[in-house]
Nanobody, 120 residues
Framework: QVQLVESGGGLVEAGGSLRLSCAASGSTFSIDAMAWYRQTPGNQRNLVAVITSGGTTDYQGSAKGRSTISRDDAKNTVYLQMNSLQPEDTAVYYC??????????????WGQGTQVTVSS
C-alpha cells in the first residue's frame, strides 16, 4: 500500500555532490521509518542511512560522514544528500520504507532504484 519512486541519480565527478529524492505515496501515514540502501552487482544491499518518524537518524558504511538523510513530511519525500562523492559510492541506490500497522505487524517497501555513477 506504499509506493516509492526514487530520482536524482546520475553521473558526477569525484568530489561532487548529489541529492537523491524518494517520493512516497499510498498509506504514508503509517510509515515509521525510511532509509536509503545501495547495491552493486554481485553484492548484498547495504544500508546507507535511515530516518524514523520521530526524526532520529543513523548512518552506516563508507558514506558515513559524507551523507545526510532528511524528510519533508508535507511532500511525503525523503532525501539523501551525498557530498565528496568517490568512485566507491557508485551503486544503485534504493529507497526503503517500513509501515507499521500494529505492535507486531509491519511491512517493507522498496523503490525501483536510481543509478549513481561517480567518475574519477
Amino acid at each position: 500500500q506504499v509506493q516509492l519512486v526514487e530520482s536524482g541519480g546520475g553521473l558526477v565527478e569525484a568530489g561532487g555532490s548529489l541529492r537523491l529524492s524518494c517520493a512516497a505515496s499510498g498509506s504514508t501515514f503509517s510509515i515509521d521509518a525510511m532509509a536509503w540502501y545501495r547495491q552493486t552487482p554481485g553484492n548484498q544491499r547495504n544500508l546507507v542511512a535511515v530516518i524514523t518518524s520521530g526524526g532520529t537518524t543513523d548512518y552506516q558504511g563508507s558514506a558515513k560522514g559524507r551523507s545526510t538523510i532528511s524528510r519533508d513530511d508535507a511532500k511525503n519525500t525523503v532525501y539523501l544528500q551525498m557530498n565528496s562523492l568517490q568512485p566507491e559510492d557508485t551503486a544503485v541506490y534504493y529507497c526503503y520504507a517500513h509501515r507499521r500497522v500494529a505492535f507486531n505487524e509491519g511491512y517493507d517497501y522498496w523503490g525501483q532504484g536510481t543509478q549513481v555513477t561517480v567518475s574519477s
